[in-house]
């Protein structure tokens, strides 16, 4: 049985978020969503972009951060359930758009630019492209990929047009934030 999945800081601080039952999905620990928000400093009032959302709760601290929106793709049925759950129980359906689709799919159609975007996939069916989410990254904006710290130098190349701010390694998890210059 794992422990309950909570919201770090902000104003939902310790709400609890309903994690999908699901093998698919790795829901980012608090200690790393913690240390990314440590690294970029405030998020408020940027609209935001979790790309393989999961549990959603990258998305979900975010907002109880001050986020003006948060824009959740994600395929898998359990976890649209799950963050659709979460985000009726904290009350914060009109800052949270949950989308149940393919990211390019979804970014191509949607024709919209974020301020921050969160990439965060399945470590056990890693896309060979990721980099597509730079065209839909506002200029000066951030983007955050979370990878398994054995895939991070061949996944790295992608973002070779970006600026890296910071590269950490958590355990088996590496984090690298990058800007749009």
Excluded: C, W
Excluded at 52 to 72: C, L, P, Q, T
Excluded at 166 to 174: A, S
């Amino acid at each position: 049985m794992s422990l309950p999945i909570r919201i770090s800081a902000g104003y939902l601080k310790n709400q609890k978020i309903e994690a999908p039952q699901t093998s698919l999905t790795h829901p980012m620990s608090q200690r790393i969503r913690q240390a990314i928000f440590n690294m970029i400093g405030s998020v408020e009032d940027l609209n935001i972009l979790d790309a393989f959302a999961g549990s959603g709760s990258f998305g979900f601290e975010a907002v109880s951060r001050g986020a003006k929106s948060v824009v959740m793709i994600e395929k898998e049925y359990k976890s649209i359930k799950a963050i659709r759950q979460t985000a009726s129980s904290l009350k914060i359906k009109d800052k949270v758009d949950v989308i149940n689709s393919d990211n390019k799919t979804y970014l191509l159609s949607a024709g919209i630019k974020f301020d921050l975007i969160l990439v965060d996939p399945p470590y056990n069916a890693l896309p060979s492209d990721l980099a597509f989410v730079i065209d839909y990254l506002r200029e000066e904006g951030l983007l955050i990929v979370s990878i398994p710290k054995d895939s991070s130098d061949s996944l790295k190349k992608q973002f070779e047009k970006l600026d890296l701010l910071k590269e950490k390694n958590y355990g088996i998890v590496t984090i690298l934030i990058y800007r749009k210059i």
